[in-house]
C-alpha cells in the first residue's frame, strides 16, 4: 500500500518537481505512471523508496511514513521495497548469480536460503544457464531480468521501475512486460513510470498521469492519452 | 545487532574477490603501498644504523678525572660522591694507579715493556672515568668537575665529541628531509589512488543502498580489501628487506674497519624490520579503504 498525502518536492536548485501529489495505490495493484518529460514521474517514484524526500507532506509505504524515518532505518525500507531502473544499475563486477545474491545478503538470509532462492528467481526469469556471466556479457534485455530477479528475490510486497523498458526494443519490451504480469499476479503491488503508449494502451491497466508535477487524471484500465 | 557468522564470512569472500574484480586498481594501490615501503625501509634502515653508530659512540666517549696524587683516601671518596651527585652521569668508576699503569704497559705493548720499570715507583694518577647519558653532555659535566677539590686534570677526546655532535646534526637534518620527502611521496601515491578508488566505486556503492545494504554492510569487503591490498603491498619491501639487508650486512660489515661502526645484526632486525612493514602496510591498505568509502556513505 501506499499513500501520498499533498507531496511537494522543490529540488535545491529550485526546480518544483512536485506540486501537490495526493493518491493511494492499494496493495495488489498494477500502476502505470504516465506524461511527458519533465512531468515528475521519477521524482514521484524517488518519494517510495527516499531517494528524495518530500519538501512538504506525506508518504506512507505499507502505513510507515517514509519522510519521517531515520537514515539509518532507510536500508529497511530499500529491502521492502524491489526498485528497477532503465539503465538497469547491476553491479558490474559481480556475476548474474552474485547480483541476485546481493539483495539476499544484505538481509543476512542464510547462505543456503540464499543459493536456493537465486537460482528461484533466475529460474523465473529465464537466466538460470548465464548465472555466471557478468552483466557485459548480456543483452540489455537481459540485464533488466537480473535487476528484476534482484528485485523480487526477497519478495517485497512492492516492486517499483522507473521506465524499465526505455532501453529496450519493442520485442524484449513485450517479454520484460509478462514478467511484470507475472510478479503483479503474483500478488505483488507494481508501479510503473512508462513513456510506452503500446504497452499502456495494449496491456490496460490503472494509468496515472502526470504533468507540471501534479497528478492530471487517474483512471482505472486508463489509455496513454498522449501523442507520441 | 551483532553480525551473523555466515555474514562475516561472506564480507572475508566478498573483500577477497574484490582484489581479483579490480585488477587494474589493485596492482595501482599495491604499487602506491610497495613504493611507499620501500622507501620507509631504506630510510629506517639508514636511520636505526645511524643511531646504533652513534649509541656505540657515545658509550665510549669518557671524562677522565685525574685525582691530585697527594689527596688522601677520605677526600677521593668524597670526589666519588661529589660525582655521583651530578646531573647527566650515568655511571663512573674508580681505576686505581696500579689499573692505569697495567692497562698503559698493555696497550703499548713491547714497547710498554719500559714502563715496567715504573711498577716500583708510579708516576700516574689515580682516576674517576665518567660516562655521561649523552655526548653533548661532556663538556658540562668536565667542567663542573674541574671546580671541585683534589683535583690534577679533567679530560675528555673533544675532536671525538664534537665529530659526533656534528654528525649527529647532519644526520637530524637529513632524516628530516627524508622524512619529508617520504610523507610527501606516501601522500601523493596514496591520496591518487584513493580518489580513483572512489571514482570507480561511486556507482558501485549508491547501487548497493539502493538495494538496502547498510552502511557497515559496505564498508567490511572495502576494509577486508584494504588490508589484503595494503599486505600485498608489503610483499616487495620486506623480500628486499631480508634478502637485500642480509647482502649488506654480511658484505659491509667486513669491511669497514672503525670500531664504532658496525651494522644491526640482520637476525633479528631484517625480522623486526619486516613485522614492522607488515604492520605499516596492513595500515596503510585499511586507511585508504576507510577513506576511500567514508564519502559515499555519508547522507
Ligand atoms: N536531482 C534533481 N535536482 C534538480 N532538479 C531535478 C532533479 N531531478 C529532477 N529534477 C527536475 O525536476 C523536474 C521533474 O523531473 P523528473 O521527476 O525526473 O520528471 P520525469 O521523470 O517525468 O521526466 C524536471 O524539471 C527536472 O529537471
Ligand atoms: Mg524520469
Redesign the interface.
Given at each position: 500500500m501506499i499513500e501520498m498525502k499533498n507531496v511537494h518536492k522543490v529540488y535545491k536548485n529550485g526546480v518544483t518537481a512536485l506540486n501537490g501529489v495526493d493518491t493511494f495505490i492499494d496493495a495488489g495493484e498494477f500502476v502505470y505512471v504516465v506524461g511527458p518529460s519533465g512531468a515528475g514521474k521519477t521524482s514521484f517514484i524517488k518519494m517510495m523508496?527516499r531517494?528524495e524526500s518530500p519538501t512538504k507532506g506525506n508518504v506512507y509505504i505499507n502505513s510507515v511514513d517514509v519522510a519521517s524515518i531515520k537514515?539509518?532505518k532507510v536500508?529497511?525500507?530499500?529491502?521492502s521495497v524491489g526498485?528497477i531502473f532503465q539503465d538497469f544499475?547491476?553491479?558490474?563486477?559481480?556475476t548474474v548469480y552474485e547480483n541476485v545474491a546481493?539483495?539476499l545478503?544484505?538481509?543476512?538470509e542464510?547462505?543456503k536460503k540464499i543459493r536456493k532462492r537465486v537460482m528461484e528467481v533466475l529460474d523465473r526469469v529465464g537466466l538460470k544457464h548465464k548465472a555466471r556471466f557478468i552483466p557485459d556479457q548480456l543483452s540489455g534485455g537481459e540485464q533488466q531480468r537480473v535487476a528484476i530477479a534482484?528485485a523480487i528475490a526477497n519478495n517485497p510486497k512492492i516492486v517499483i521501475a522507473d521506465e524499465p523498458t526505455g532501453n529496450l526494443d519493442p520485442e524484449t519490451s513485450w517479454e520484460i512486460m509478462r514478467l511484470f504480469e507475472e510478479i503483479s499476479a503474483s500478488g505483488t503491488t507494481l508501479v510503473m513510470a512508462t513513456h510506452s503508449q503500446d504497452i499502456v494502451n495494449k496491456m490496460r491497466k490503472r494509468v496515472i498521469a502526470m504533468e507540471n508535477g501534479k497528478i492530471v487524471r487517474d483512471e482505472h484500465r486508463g489509455e496513454y492519452g498522449y501523442e507520441v | 545487532m551483532a553480525?551473523?557468522f555466515?555474514?562475516f564470512r561472506?564480507h572475508i569472500r566478498e573483500g577477497t574477490k574484490?582484489i581479483v574484480?579490480?585488477s587494474w586498481m589493485t596492482v595501482a594501490s599495491v604499487g602506491a603501498v610497495t613504493t611507499t615501503l620501500v622507501l620507509v625501509a631504506a630510510f629506517l634502515i639508514l636511520i636505526l644504523n645511524l643511531n646504533q653508530v652513534v649509541d656505540n659512540i657515545e658509550n665510549d666517549v669518557e671524562v677522565r678525572v685525574y685525582i691530585d696524587l697527594q689527596a688522601e683516601e677520605e677526600e677521593i671518596e668524597e670526589l666519588g660522591d661529589q660525582i655521583a651527585g651530578l646531573n647527566n652521569v650515568e655511571s663512573f668508576y674508580f681505576q686505581s694507579k696500579e689499573e692505569e699503569l697495567e692497562m698503559l704497559i698493555e696497550d703499548l705493548g713491547e714497547d710498554g715493556e719500559a714502563w715496567e720499570l715504573f711498577e716500583q715507583d708510579n708516576p700516574l694518577n689515580n682516576v674517576y672515568v665518567v660516562n655521561t647519558e649523552r655526548a653533548e653532555d661532556l663538556s658540562g659535566v668536565a667542567s663542573r668537575i674541574e671546580t671541585f677539590e683534589n683535583i690534577e686534570d679533567v679530560s675528555y677526546r673533544s675532536d671525538v665529541v664534537d665529530r659526533l655532535l656534528d654528525f649527529n646534526q647532519y644526520a637530524r637534518i637529513i632524516g628530516g628531509v627524508f622524512v619529508a620527502a617520504l610523507l610527501f611521496t606516501a601522500i601523493f601515491l596514496i591520496s591518487n589512488t584513493i580518489k580513483m578508488t572512489i571514482t570507480a566505486r561511486s556507482t558501485?556503492i549508491s547501487?548497493?543502498?539502493?538495494?538496502?545494504?547498510?552502511n557497515n554492510?559496505i564498508r567490511w569487503p572495502f576494509f577486508v580489501e584494504g588490508t589484503l591490498t595494503g599486505v600485498l603491498g608489503t610483499i616487495i619491501p620486506i623480500g628486499l628487506v631480508l634478502g637485500g639487508y642480509h647482502y649488506l650486512y654480511t658484505n659491509l660489515n667486513d669491511r669497514i674497519d672503525f670500531p664504532f661502526i658496525e651494522l644491526l645484526p640482520w637476525d633479528p632486525f631484517a625480522w623486526q624490520l619486516s613485522l614492522m612493514l607488515l604492520g605499516i602496510g596492513a595500515f596503510i591498505g585499511i586507511w585508504g579503504s576507510v577513506m576511500s568509502v567514508r564519502k559515499f556513505l555519508k547522507?
Open positions: 523508496y531517494e537514515e539509518r536500508p529497511l525500507l530499500r529491502r526498485v544499475k547491476l553491479l558490474s563486477k559481480l546481493f539483495a545478503e544484505v538481509i543476512e542464510n547462505p534482484r | 553480525m551473523k555466515s555474514t561472506r574484490n574484480r579490480n558501485e547501487i548497493m543502498k539502493l538495494v538496502g545494504a547498510k554492510f547522507v
